[in-house]
Antibody, heavy 117, light 108 residues
Framework: DVQLLESGGGLVQPGGSLRLSCEASGFNFNIYAMIWVRQAPGKGLEWVSGISGSGDYTYYTDVVKGRFTISRDNSKKTVYLQMVSLRGDDTAVYYC??????????WGRGTLVTVSS | SYVLTQPPSVSVAPGKTATIPCGGTGIGGKSVHWYQQQTGQAPLLVMSYDSDRPSGIPDRFSGSNSGNTANLTITRVEVGDEADYYCQVWDIISERWVFGGGTKLTVL
């Protein structure tokens, strides 16, 4: 079975940094794109960032471009999201998602990031 | 950037049919995927590539896509289908994944 386990969330002050990790198992990790999707409290789903299976291609939504960096270590079956200059509107549950490049077929349980002083 | 539009809510009686629309310019030329999110849970893929049901999803769920509207249809609706539903596409022009705003399905 596919498993995606996020970690690294927590409370951080505005302007601070966090690194999220997502450890994958149960599938051939290095041939799938990996995606981060977030959901602010009471709001809808928002795609944040994506990375190709090889790691050669990365994608970001405009509001995080220049502040967030996605990366992956295929030897560890882990994808990361480095977040800097965090703002209050980055507060959300962050989901790690497995993708074939089009659809999001498996989701982790999410990790909560709270940006507040 | 590409925009997907969903009604905020749809209500249906148990046993009836619910249709959740997802609007977008020329969406019929894209592949649409649908997610169900029950309260406090992670989203679950319930329909992919317009009308392909993933393993484990009941055949009460079906999808269609044409012109400027894609639809997720749930027949013989059950109380357990009550959830938020999101449509999603990959926009090749902007190289972005896009979600609709979500529709809350209420089973009366």
């Amino acid at each position: 079975d596919v498993q995606l386990l996020e970690s690294g969330g927590g409370l951080v002050q505005p302007g601070g940094s966090l690194r999220l990790s997502c450890e994958a198992s149960g599938f051939n990790f290095n041939i799938y794109a990996m995606i981060w999707v977030r959901q602010a409290p009471g709001k809808g789903l928002e795609w944040v960032s994506g990375i190709s299976g090889s790691g050669d291609y990365t994608y970001y939504t405009d509001v995080v471009k220049g502040r967030f960096t996605i990366s992956r270590d295929n030897s560890k079956k882990t994808v990361y999201l480095q977040m800097v200059s965090l703002r209050g509107d980055d507060t959300a549950v962050y989901y790690c998602v497995k993708s074939d490049g089009m659809r999001f077929d498996s989701w982790g349980r999410g990790t909560l990031v709270t940006v507040s002083s | 950037s590409y925009v997907l539009t969903q009604p905020p809510s749809v209500s249906v009686a148990p046993g009836k049919t619910a249709t959740i629309p997802c609007g977008g310019t020329g969406i019929g030329g894209k592949s649409v995927h649908w997610y169900q999110q029950q309260t406090g849970q992670a989203p679950l893929l319930v329909m992919s590539y317009d009308s392909d049901r993933p393993s484990g999803i009941p055949d009460r769920f079906s999808g269609s896509n044409s012109g400027n509207t894609a639809n997720l249809t749930i027949t013989r609706v059950e109380v357990g289908d009550e959830a938020d539903y999101y449509c999603q596409v990959w926009d090749i022009i902007s190289e972005r994944w896009v979600f609709g705003g979500g529709t809350k399905l209420t089973v009366l």
